[in-house]
Every structure is written in structure tokens, then in C-alpha cells.
């Protein structure tokens, strides 16, 4: 897959490397991406740099009342719940909570969402609604970029081949503005958008002889229907200058139809996907005009993670472990070993630098109970806990597992006795031909470690990575549902 894997422990270090291998070096952060581009053959660097390990990259801070920061490895779930985000930047929390599933949003970045830069990506047609801006740094120097020059095309960004992310701005919602996201999936997880849609609106209620708060400034953006996520000018325009009602909504969604350029593809026609512009640009409207945009995530509500009892931070360097000085190196010559507790027992191997972490504990550690199913993050066949946080296998690097902690599904039982989720997927027949259990086991436990006593929203919630080809979900359900109620 790759010649040699980097983990810098320092934002120096990575960026000398950058420099060091310009054009044969590709940053992983989730690896959500990357990984599977590289397993698909659509990109093939030879050097990857690890930057999971750097501490201080995952920062989300207000440092003006109207600047939002977040760091280059703030993950989806992290904005999720971050309280922050959701009060200044709700469209983007609403676009995070609607990407992948909690395995992916463990793992995946916003940087990393934004680099790949697809028309279909989620979190972006917030971002350029937030007017936000990429900061971009090389051993050259500093510079930032507004997104909508930083996007170039399907796939293109503006981004040099020795730079990298390391902060994204974003304009916070002040108490006049509003704002929210709305997307279109042909399923309500794991779904890539046929359609997404972000509004922002400033609302002056001091503006004399008005019915109502006038909507001074408006921004529409649309993700999915152009080579890039693209602004809807002349809608926004049909918003400005009175109050928000449902004529000027009528003819705002009109006009963000008329902005969208959309193809054809496996997931819709252009036609349907315009006529769905103009639909959920209206119903984005009329979330906000009702005052009920903030519902699909209220305040009260604590979205699941699978983070389990952490904090959704995997633990970050701030001395290189022992023995190194710069940044940790993996070969692929045989010559590097990988350090890395599996169920409480420290494995040391060598030879395995350049494959998956799924294949590391099936192959090299002998322990096949995690199963690959797809191999694309898309089944949860392969959920594991790195660090006591919930992720796909699959999509992790094998040296990504040195010097860390990883639980699989044989290490859930202690000695003889089964753990109470694999006691009660016995009891309530939740696993027919077994496949899946693994999986979604560890996604209860994930789950049952977070929230101990879930409801059935939130078990709903926490399997949303996982497929079941034979049981159905009702009796998965109801076994996890036992488990919690046993260890109550
Ligand atoms: C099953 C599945 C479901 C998904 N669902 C969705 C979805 O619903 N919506 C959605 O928008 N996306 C989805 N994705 C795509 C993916 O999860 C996101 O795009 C994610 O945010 C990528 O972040 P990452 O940290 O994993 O990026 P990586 O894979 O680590 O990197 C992606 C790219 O960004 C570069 N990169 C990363 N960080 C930096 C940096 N700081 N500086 C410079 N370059 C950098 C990498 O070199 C690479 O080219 C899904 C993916 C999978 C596998
Ligand atoms: S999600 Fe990893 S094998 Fe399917
Ligand atoms: S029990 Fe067979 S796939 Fe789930």
C-alpha cells in the first residue's frame, strides 16, 4: 500500500516530512478517505504521514464572538457534541451528525471532509455558509485561504503538495443569525448525499414599519449538484429586504433549483435532484421561519458516539515514545515492529507496516473474530475499540495501532463467563449466521461504556454502522436492550 509510514509527534516534524517528500507524501488523519483511495488504486503515495499523534490539533475555540476555530483534527463527532459548535455553528454540527456513522465520525475529520473536497461532502456546504477559511501551512510559511477560492473542482483544492491544514475559521452565529442543514440520503445512515443543502440568515427585528424580523443577509449553499459546493446568489437575494414569509421562500427555493447544475448518476436524476434543491431549500426556510430548525438536535439531546468512557480524544504524543527522537518510522522491509496491546497482551510485529489493522489482528496477531465484510467502512463487521473509541478496522492503518490500546470481541468474555452482551445475543437469538455479532457487539459495548442505561433511539443510534444481512434488527435491539438492564 505505502513504502514507509511517518507518526510525527510534532507539527514541524510533519512538515519538514511534507517537504522532505514533496508529491510522494500524502497526511492521513481519519483515514477514511485515503485508505480506501489507496485500496482502490486512485492514489498511491509512497510515504504517509500519520498526524493522529501531534498534540493541540484538535482544538474548537470561540476567539472573537464571531470567530469559530477548529483544528485540523477535530473530528465529526466531536463537533457532534461539542455544546460550542452546536450554539454558533449549528449547521455544521446538524451536517457532522449526519455523516457516515458513529464508527466514521470517530475517526473522520472536517479537515479531512474538506481536503477530499467531493461536490457530495457534508460538512463543507455548512462551512462555505459559515464564510469560513482554511489556514495553510508549509516550511515556506502561513497562509489563508476563503473556501471558495480554496475549491477548485471535483476532488481539486488549492492545497500545495507540501501543505496542510491546521485550521479552519468559521463566522459564528451571532443571537440575529440562524441558520441550519439539511441533506437527502437514499438511507438515513451510511448514505452519500443525493442532495444537501445549508442556510444562514441574519434577522434585524429593529427594522422600522416591518412585520417581523427582516432578513438583512442570506446565504444559501448546495452540496451534491455542481462540480463544487456552490453559493445560490440569487436566491439569497430573493430573501433580503423583508421579512422571512412564504412567498419570498417560494421564490428563494425557485431560484437555489435555477443555481443547481446537477448530473445523473446511480443515486438520482438531475431532474429529481433539482426539484429536491428546491424542495429542502424551502423546508430549510420554513425550519427557521417556524422557529423549529434546532429540533432534529436539541440542546437536552446527547447524541451517541461510541466513544465509550472517553472524551472522543485518541491519545496524542507530547514525548515520542521511548527509544525515538523524531518522528516514529514504519518500513515496509521487514525492518520495523509494531507495538501494540490487543485485549491486554502487548504484541510486538514486524512486516506489517503497510496493510489495515483488520488484517494486522487476523493475520499477524491470530485473532480472526473481527471479520471483514466490505472492507470500505460501510458494514461494521470490523468495529473495534482503539482506545476504548469505536472504529471501523478496516479503514485504520496497521501502524496507527502502535502504542495503542485495542479491545476486539475476543477479549469481551472474562475467562469462562460471556459478557453480558454476548449472554444476551445467545438469549434473544439477535445472531443467526454470527457474521455481524462481532461488530455489533463491540459497538454495544461502545455504547453500554457511554451511556449505561440507552434507550432504544439510542441503541438504534449506536448499530447505525453495523449490517445484518439475516436476524433483522429487532432482536439485536432487544439483546443489547437486556445487556444494559442486566448490568443495572
Ligand atoms: C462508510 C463511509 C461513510 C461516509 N459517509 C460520509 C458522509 O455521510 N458524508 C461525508 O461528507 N463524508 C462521508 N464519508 C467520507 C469521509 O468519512 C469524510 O470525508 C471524512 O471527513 C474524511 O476525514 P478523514 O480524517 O478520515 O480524512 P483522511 O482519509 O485521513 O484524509 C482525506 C484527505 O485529506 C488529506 N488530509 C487530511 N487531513 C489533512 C490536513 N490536515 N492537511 C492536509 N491534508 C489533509 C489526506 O491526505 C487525504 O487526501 C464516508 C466515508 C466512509 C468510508
Ligand atoms: S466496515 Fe470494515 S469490513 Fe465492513
Ligand atoms: S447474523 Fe448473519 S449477518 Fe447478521
Same mark, same amino acid.
Given at each position: 500500500?505505502?513504502?514507509?509510514?511517518?507518526?510525527?509527534?510534532?507539527?514541524?516534524?510533519?512538515?519538514?516530512?511534507?517537504?522532505?517528500?514533496?508529491?510522494?507524501?500524502?497526511?492521513?488523519?481519519?483515514?477514511?478517505?485515503?485508505?480506501?483511495?489507496?485500496?482502490?488504486?486512485?492514489?498511491?503515495?509512497?510515504?504517509?504521514?500519520?498526524?493522529?499523534?501531534?498534540?493541540?490539533?484538535?482544538?474548537?475555540?470561540?476567539?472573537?464572538?464571531?470567530?469559530?476555530?477548529?483544528?485540523?483534527?477535530?473530528?465529526?463527532?466531536?463537533?457532534?457534541?461539542?455544546?460550542?459548535?452546536? &450554539?454558533?455553528?449549528?449547521?455544521?454540527?446538524?451536517?457532522?451528525?449526519?455523516?457516515?456513522?458513529?464508527?466514521? &465520525?470517530?475517526?473522520?475529520?472536517?479537515?479531512?471532509?474538506?481536503?477530499?473536497?467531493?461536490?457530495?461532502?457534508?460538512?463543507?456546504?455548512?462551512?462555505?455558509?459559515?464564510?469560513?477559511?482554511?489556514?495553510?501551512?508549509?516550511?515556506?510559511?502561513?497562509?489563508?485561504?476563503?473556501?471558495?477560492?480554496?475549491?477548485?473542482?471535483? &476532488?481539486?483544492?488549492?492545497?500545495?503538495?507540501?501543505?496542510?491544514?491546521? /485550521?479552519?475559521?468559521?463566522?459564528?452565529?451571532?443571537?440575529?443569525?440562524?441558520?441550519?442543514?439539511?441533506?437527502?440520503?437514499?438511507?438515513?445512515?451510511?448514505?452519500?448525499?443525493?442532495?444537501?443543502?445549508?442556510?444562514?440568515?441574519?434577522?434585524?427585528?429593529?427594522?422600522?414599519?416591518?412585520?417581523?424580523? %427582516?432578513?438583512?443577509?442570506?446565504?444559501?449553499?448546495?452540496?451534491?449538484?455542481?462540480?463544487?459546493?456552490?453559493?445560490?446568489?440569487?436566491?439569497?437575494?430573493?430573501?433580503?429586504?423583508?421579512?422571512?414569509?412564504?412567498?419570498?421562500?417560494?421564490?428563494?427555493?425557485?431560484?437555489?433549483?435555477?443555481?443547481?447544475?446537477?448530473? /445523473?448518476?446511480?443515486?438520482?436524476?438531475?431532474?429529481?435532484?433539482?426539484?429536491?434543491?428546491?424542495?429542502?431549500?424551502?423546508?430549510?426556510?420554513?425550519?427557521?421561519?417556524?422557529?423549529?430548525?434546532? /429540533?432534529?438536535?436539541?440542546?437536552?439531546?446527547?447524541?451517541?458516539?461510541?466513544?465509550?468512557?472517553?472524551?472522543?480524544? +485518541?491519545?496524542?504524543?507530547?514525548?515520542?515514545?521511548?527509544?525515538?527522537?523524531?518522528?516514529?518510522?514504519?518500513?515496509?522491509?521487514?525492518? /520495523?515492529?509494531?507495538?501494540?496491546?490487543?485485549?491486554?497482551?502487548?504484541?510486538?510485529?514486524?512486516?506489517?507496516?503497510?496493510?489495515?489493522?483488520?488484517?494486522?489482528?487476523?493475520?499477524?496477531?491470530?485473532?480472526?473474530?473481527?471479520?471483514?465484510?466490505?472492507?470500505?467502512?460501510?458494514?461494521?463487521?470490523?468495529?473495534?475499540?482503539?482506545?476504548?473509541?469505536? %472504529?471501523?478496522?478496516?479503514?485504520?492503518?496497521?501502524?496507527?495501532?502502535?502504542?495503542?490500546?485495542?479491545?476486539?470481541?475476543?477479549?469481551?468474555?472474562?475467562?469462562?463467563?460471556?459478557?453480558?452482551?454476548?449472554?444476551? +445475543?445467545?438469549?434473544?437469538?439477535?445472531?443467526?449466521?454470527?457474521?455481524?455479532?462481532?461488530?455489533?457487539?463491540?459497538?454495544?459495548?461502545?455504547?453500554?461504556?457511554?451511556?449505561?442505561?440507552?434507550?432504544?433511539?439510542?441503541? &438504534?443510534?449506536?448499530?447505525?454502522?453495523?449490517?445484518?444481512?439475516?436476524?433483522?434488527?429487532?432482536?439485536?435491539?432487544?439483546?443489547?436492550?437486556?445487556?444494559?438492564?442486566?448490568?443495572?
Amino acid at each position: 500500500m505505502w513504502q514507509t509510514y511517518y507518526t510525527p509527534s510534532t507539527l514541524d516534524q510533519a512538515l519538514a516530512l511534507l517537504n522532505e517528500h514533496r508529491g510522494a507524501a500524502r497526511i492521513v488523519a481519519g483515514g477514511t478517505d485515503l485508505i480506501l483511495e489507496i485500496e482502490r488504486g486512485q492514489r498511491k503515495p509512497e510515504i504517509i504521514i500519520d498526524i493522529t499523534r501531534i498534540p493541540g490539533l484538535d482544538r474548537i475555540e470561540l476567539e472573537a464572538p464571531d470567530r469559530l476555530h477548529l483544528g485540523p483534527l477535530v473530528t465529526h463527532n466531536q463537533v457532534v457534541r461539542s455544546a460550542l459548535c452546536r &450554539r454558533v455553528a449549528f449547521p455544521l454540527a446538524r451536517a457532522c451528525w449526519e455523516v457516515g456513522s458513529p464508527q466514521i &465520525r470517530n475517526r473522520g475529520t472536517l479537515a479531512g471532509n474538506l481536503i477530499t473536497a467531493s461536490p457530495a461532502n457534508d460538512t463543507i456546504t455548512p462551512m462555505l455558509a459559515l464564510d469560513g477559511y482554511v489556514t495553510l501551512r508549509s516550511v515556506r510559511g502561513t497562509r489563508e485561504v476563503a473556501l471558495a477560492d480554496f475549491l477548485q473542482g471535483v &476532488r481539486r483544492t488549492a492545497l500545495a503538495d507540501d501543505e496542510m491544514v491546521v /485550521d479552519i475559521r468559521l463566522r459564528a452565529l451571532s443571537p440575529q443569525q440562524r441558520g441550519t442543514f439539511l441533506k437527502l440520503g437514499l438511507r438515513q445512515a451510511q448514505a452519500i448525499a443525493v442532495v444537501n443543502v445549508a442556510v444562514v440568515l441574519t434577522l434585524d427585528e429593529t427594522v422600522a414599519g416591518s412585520d417581523g424580523a %427582516v432578513v438583512t443577509d442570506a446565504r444559501i449553499t448546495l452540496g451534491s449538484v455542481a462540480l463544487t459546493i456552490i453559493r445560490a446568489p440569487e436566491a439569497e437575494q430573493a430573501l433580503i429586504g423583508a421579512p422571512l414569509g412564504d412567498a419570498s421562500i417560494g421564490r428563494a427555493a425557485e431560484l437555489a433549483a435555477a443555481a443547481a447544475r446537477p448530473i /445523473d448518476d446511480i443515486r438520482g436524476s438531475a431532474t429529481y435532484r433539482r426539484h429536491m434543491v428546491s424542495v429542502f431549500t424551502r423546508r430549510a426556510l420554513k425550519e427557521i421561519q417556524a422557529g423549529r430548525e434546532r /429540533d432534529a438536535l436539541p440542546n437536552s439531546m446527547v447524541p451517541v458516539a461510541l466513544w465509550g468512557a472517553t472524551d472522543g480524544r +485518541f491519545p496524542t504524543w507530547s514525548t515520542p515514545p521511548a527509544g525515538s527522537t523524531g518522528p516514529v518510522v514504519h518500513h515496509t522491509d521487514g525492518h /520495523d515492529v509494531i507495538e501494540t496491546t490487543v485485549n491486554g497482551v502487548l504484541h510486538r510485529i514486524s512486516g506489517s507496516a503497510d496493510k489495515t489493522l483488520l488484517r494486522l489482528l487476523r493475520e499477524d496477531i491470530g485473532l480472526p473474530g473481527t471479520k471483514e465484510g466490505c472492507d470500505e467502512g460501510e458494514c461494521g463487521a470490523c468495529t473495534v475499540l482503539l482506545d476504548g473509541i469505536a %472504529v471501523m478496522s478496516c479503514l485504520v492503518p496497521a501502524p496507527r495501532a502502535h502504542g495503542s490500546h485495542i479491545q476486539t470481541i475476543e477479549g469481551m468474555a472474562a475467562g469462562e463467563a460471556l459478557h453480558p452482551l454476548q449472554q444476551a +445475543f445467545i438469549e434473544t437469538g439477535a445472531a443467526q449466521c454470527g457474521y455481524c455479532t462481532p461488530g455489533f457487539i463491540m459497538s454495544g459495548a461502545a455504547l453500554l461504556d457511554e451511556v449505561p442505561h440507552p434507550d432504544d433511539n439510542q441503541i &438504534r443510534q449506536a448499530i447505525t454502522g453495523n449490517l445484518c444481512r439475516c436476524t433483522g434488527y429487532y432482536s439485536i435491539i432487544a439483546a443489547i436492550r437486556q445487556a444494559a438492564e442486566a448490568a443495572q
